[in-house]
């Protein structure tokens, strides 16, 4: 009987611990525990010497002062290797300006990209596609985003994520569509009936005991 | 390797973190602060350090070898 090999893809999973790694990268040996008491973002993408990879790593040069100010590091991923990497980001300072400041992991065994879902065989076999691993100071995974190959990532929705995970750790509250830093934000619902109907009477910007804003 | 280079040297960042040891022992998050660096980029440059047996690893914090010292005496001649 002919046996069937089955490739199992694991893919982490949000409220699950980061999958720990020790990775070569542009600023020597990483491992996810160097991280440890700092937000991390992760992120990957198709290959070094791509347009709409350079258009990103600039963006995330970017607002990387703003992601510091909130205590948040980068760290890019890509199939490639450190050489690739380094002649890169030299090359994006030489013809724009923009140094990246960032680490960038050279994955070329694919454990790092296997090991965090980076690599979409429907889109490509070799090259991971454009995630974005939000990750708290616990090392737990918080947000993921997956965006094709042919679309450029949104700093400043990745900068609102950040925002409104850490006012949710810092007010236990949540944040309602479209939040932005300094707008109302969703008081969690009650558990029972007497806290729904004392939730009435908090002076809270209610439309009815289950959604109820306040300022913070 | 980000702190010590091909030929056995510690890069300017090794060498920061290895002087900044020079006072005694410190812990991954002082002397990020004394050399200026991410804390993840010191706790990656200690354990390259300590793998090159320029500084030893002590409870929580690190200190420098007799190695270290030594090369310390050196740079500095």
Not at chain 1, 65 to 80: F, I, M
Not at chain 1, 152 to 159: A, D, K, P, S, T
Not at chain 2, 11 to 37: C, D, F, N, Y
Request: charged share 25%; hydrophobic share 40%; net charge negative.
């Amino acid at each position: 009987m002919e046996e069937v090999r089955e490739q199992t893809i694991s893919l982490p999973r949000l409220g699950e611990p980061a999958p720990a790694f020790e990775a070569v990268t542009t600023h020597g040996v990483l491992k996810l525990e160097d991280f440890k008491g700092s937000w991390l973002i992760i992120f990957s993408h198709p290959a070094d010497f791509t347009p709409v990879c350079t258009t990103e790593f600039i963006a995330f040069a970017e607002i990387y002062p703003e992601l510091q100010k909130r205590g948040v590091e980068l760290l890019g991923l890509s199939v490639d290797s450190v050489s690739s990497h380094i002649a890169w980001v030299r090359n994006v300072e030489q013809k724009t300006g923009v140094k990246i400041p960032f680490p960038i992991i050279a994955d070329l065994s694919k454990e790092v990209s296997l090991a965090y879902g980076m690599i979409h065989p429907g889109q490509s076999k070799t090259e991971t596609v454009r995630c974005v691993f939000i990750i708290d100071p616990n090392q737990i995974i918080r947000t993921i985003l997956y965006y094709p190959l042919t679309t450029g990532r949104n700093m400043g929705e990745i900068l609102r994520i950040v925002d409104a995970l850490q006012t949710t750790d810092k007010h236990a509250v949540a944040t309602p569509a479209n939040w932005r830093p300094g707008d109302m934000v969703v008081v969690p619902p009650p558990n029972t009936q007497e806290m729904a109907e004392e939730r009435l009477k908090q002076g809270y910007e209610c439309i009815d005991w289950y959604l109820c804003r306040k300022k913070l | 390797m980000a702190c010590i280079s091909p030929d056995g040297k510690p890069t300017e960042s090794g060498t920061k973190m290895l002087r900044a040891l020079e006072s005694g022992l410190g812990t991954p998050e002082e002397i990020a602060k004394q050399v200026g660096l991410p804390l993840f980029r010191v706790r990656s440059g200690l354990r390259e350090l300590t793998q090159a047996g320029l500084a030893n690893q002590k409870d929580d914090g690190y200190e420098l070898s007799p190695k270290g010292i030594e090369l310390l005496v050196t740079l500095s001649a």
